[in-house]
């Protein structure tokens, strides 16, 4: 289902719920995950997050608790997301300021 195309227009520049998570937990913590980053390259891709928990041997509840920083996921986790959108994670360990 497709929407009106002024209703898209003005719906892409509206910052929503998964928006204001992330942005409060960045405030707290700047080295939170960007997750976003993985989610909408998912909608990019055109998968569901069905097909996406699919390949992560998940269900599609916890791939929107993933999206939406619901949960502390594990960095397999992450990686795991990564790889069923065709990418990977690179983690480096730096020096505490």
Known sequence: MRCHPRYS???ANRKDFLDEIIDER???N????????????????GLSQTLVAARMGTSQ?????LEAGEIDAKLS????????????VEWRVAKAR
């Open 61 to 65: 509840s916890a791939v929107a608790r």
């Open 9 to 11: 227009e003005r719906m």
């Open 30 to 45: 700047p080295e939170f995950p960007d997750l976003r980053e993985l989610a909408t390259r998912r909608e990019k891709l």
């Open 77 to 88: 986790t992450v990686e795991r997301f990564a790889a069923a959108l065709g990418q990977k």
């Open 26 to 28: 960045s405030e707290r």
